[in-house]
């Protein structure tokens, strides 16, 4: 049982590059969510999905878009990176009644 | 907008001793409060769940309290460990249905063998 788990690990971009965040769950949870963890801000919601097909914005959604095309993927895109993205970011996922289960973290440094 | 404020920030303890970590929030308004552990590069590990309705979870050596009305959590640490030595990590759940955490900046706890 893997749990939650991000994809990739690290990544370094450049300003104005694109990428795309992997996060997948195999406890068949309807509840996905992307964090963002910056130093002395804590962790601040990105986008959120309550099942497949849906999507909705947190706090900080500008810069970002996200798809759920199946129940098990969360997928977070920056289609134009700046460095103010540079952060930590997390997925997790819950079944709405209780704990949210993370994943281990994606390091992006954007230049 | 709810606001979640974690004192101390960062906190030093001797191996065995017991210690309370704090946590409030503004809104009363919540579905539940986790408790997180963050080790250095790592995701968060979920420690304890406190539903709404409840006054107080345990597990171990910890034990987490709620007082919803008040807005405010305690992380009760008994006979600290130097593996012990994380970020604690505060979240309040929203009552919108989906389930959003707000959370605080964390309690940096140093266990000193």
């Known amino acids: 049982n893997a749990g939650v788990t991000q994809t990739p690990k690290f990544r370094v971009l450049k300003t104005g590059q694109s990428m795309t965040l992997l996060c997948a769950q195999d406890?068949?949870?309807?509840?996905m969510y992307w964090y963002r963890q910056d130093p002395g801000m804590g962790l601040r919601l990105i986008h959120y999905?309550?099942?497949?097909?849906?999507?909705a914005k947190g706090e900080v959604p500008d810069g970002y878009n996200v798809s759920r095309l199946k129940k098990q993927n969360f997928l977070l895109g920056l289609e134009s990176a700046a460095p103010s993205q540079t952060s930590v970011y997390f997925c997790?996922?819950?079944?709405?009644?209780?704990?949210?289960?993370f994943g281990p973290g994606t390091r992006l440094t954007v230049l | 907008k709810q606001e979640v404020t974690q004192i101390p920030a960062a906190l030093s303890v001797p191996e065995g001793e017991n210690l309370v970590l704090n946590c409030s929030f503004t809104?009363?308004?919540?579905?539940?409060l986790q408790w997180f552990r963050q080790d250095p590069g790592k995701g968060l590990t979920s420690l304890l769940l406190?539903?709404?309705?409840?006054r107080e979870q345990t597990s171990g050596r910890l034990n987490a309290s709620l007082d919803k009305s008040s807005g405010r959590s305690t992380l009760y640490i008994a006979a600290s460990q130097p593996g012990d030595s994380a970020t604690y990590l505060c979240?309040?759940?929203?009552?919108?249905?989906?389930?959003?955490?707000?959370f605080g900046t964390g309690t940096r706890l140093t266990v000193i063998p």
């Open positions: 979240a309040v759940t929203d009552q919108t249905g989906a389930n959003n955490l707000f």
């Open positions: 406890m068949n949870h309807e509840y």
């Open positions: 999905s309550v099942g497949e097909g849906t999507t």
């Open positions: 809104d009363s308004a919540i579905y539940n």
């Open positions: 997790a996922s819950t079944s709405g009644k209780g704990t949210q289960y």
């Open positions: 406190i539903q709404s309705s409840q």
